[in-house]
């Protein structure tokens, strides 16, 4: 089993900035692609980026892209999303997860195969 472990969200006004952290423990190895998805109320979870631990590939929704930057230190098993230029509609709450590398980067939520228990991030207008 994996645990993910997601801290660094909060209240932030439009135009702001907040880092999440994600810290994986537990079967590791299995962790070859980690990332986040974000789901706002009344809405599905949908993605936001991920990065492959092997070679540093990253990917990212339209929606987030020149704005959050995600990263890893693969010695501390610990990715990072760095939110930048923060919008209203980027108030979600924030899920990390984990899984094996299938060829692509882009994960739906029911591609996921490990969850951290998600921190809410709010952006004030």
């Known amino acids: 089993q994996v645990q993910l472990v997601e801290s660094g969200g909060g209240l932030v006004q439009a135009g702001g900035s907040l880092r999440l952290s994600c810290a994986a423990s537990?079967?590791?190895?299995?962790?070859?692609?980690m990332g986040w998805w974000r789901q706002a109320p009344g809405k599905e979870r949908e993605f936001v980026a991920t990065?492959?631990?092997?070679?540093?590939?990253?990917y990212y929704a339209d929606s987030v892209k020149g704005r959050f930057a995600i990263s890893g230190d693969n010695a501390k098993n610990t990715v990072y999303l760095q939110m930048n230029s923060l919008k209203p509609e980027d108030t979600a709450v924030y899920y990390c997860g984990a899984g094996y590398y299938s060829g692509s980067l882009y994960r739906k939520p029911s591609d996921v195969a490990y969850w951290g228990q998600g921190t809410q991030v709010t952006v004030s207008s």
């Open positions: 537990g079967r590791t190895f299995s962790t070859q692609v």
């Open positions: 990065i492959r631990w092997s070679g540093g590939s990253t």
